[in-house]
T-cell receptor, first 115, second 112 residues
Framework: DTAVSQTPKYLVTQMGNDKSIKCEQNLGHDTMYWYKQDSKKFLKIMFSYNNKELIINETVPNRFSPKSPDKAHLNLHINSLELGDSAVYFC??????????????FGPGTRLTVL | DAKTTQPPSMDCAEGRAANLPCNHS???????VYWYRQIHSQGPQYIIH???NNETNEMASLIITEDRKSSTLILPHATLRDTAVYYCIVRVVKAAGNKLTFGGGTRVLVKP
């Protein structure tokens, strides 16, 4: 019973293509996130949705568009992929978007390689 | 959110306690201390968090100094599976958003 799942686990694609990564959580959480971990292993938040509403949008190119069809799913669509988009993308969820004791639970990651 | 400082790496012996320090001297009164870890090729894993009091759960203990300027994560009996990068994060409760800002962390190697 995977709490936060992502598909695909690996994604290899050519520059200029459009691709999507899917995320699902079965924890009943209201808030979901996308993080990017680059080649230097630094993890940075990209987006956060609370109950299908965008609440965090860091400085991310508008080629990246998150979509939340319901609060259990947060997908990430990337247009016109560039070499610099190669990274591991992690989805996460938390019970809600506020409160001090609000742990985030991460998925296994999607390794994106742009050739 | 307050910045944290952690040693870049440390080794510990299997079966012994691992004490991981974190300095957060600019922490504010409404900021929590969180610990996460990332085992190689996996997603980050929540370990524990606290505000003022020491905390313990099935994974670890968190000791926060009285002035809250530093904390220590204790893994009571380290195993080889505890080899990972450990992140200390200080986070303020915001009205909208629950952003975690990860630093470089401490790379912990548990040796047999």
């Amino acid at each position: 019973d995977t709490a936060v799942s992502q598909t695909p686990k690996y994604l290899v694609t050519q520059m200029g293509n459009d691709k999507s990564i899917k995320c699902e959580q079965n924890l009943g959480h209201d808030t979901m996130y996308w993080y990017k971990q680059d080649s230097k292993k630094f993890l940075k938040i990209m987006f956060s949705y609370n109950n299908k509403e965008l609440i965090i949008n860091e400085t991310v190119p508008n080629r990246f568009s998150p979509k939340s069809p319901d609060k259990a799913h947060l997908n990430l669509h990337i247009n016109s992929l560039e070499l610099g988009d190669s990274a591991v993308y992690f989805c996460a969820s938390s019970q809600n978007s506020g409160g001090g004791g609000n742990a985030q639970y991460f998925g296994p990651g999607t390794r994106l390689t742009v050739l | 959110d307050a910045k944290t400082t952690q040693p870049p790496s440390m080794d510990c012996a299997e079966g012994r306690a691992a004490n991981l320090p974190c300095n957060h001297s600019t922490i504010s009164g409404n900021e929590y201390v969180y610990w996460y870890r990332q085992i190689h090729s996996q997603g980050p894993q929540y370990i524990i968090h606290g505000l003022k009091n020491n905390e313990t759960n099935e994974m670890a203990s968190l000791i926060i100094t009285e002035d809250r300027k530093s904390s220590t994560l204790i893994l009571p009996h380290a195993t080889l599976r505890d080899t990972a990068v450990y992140y200390c994060i200080v986070r303020v409760v915001k009205a909208a958003g629950n952003k975690l800002t990860f630093g470089g962390g401490t790379r912990v190697l548990v040796k047999p």
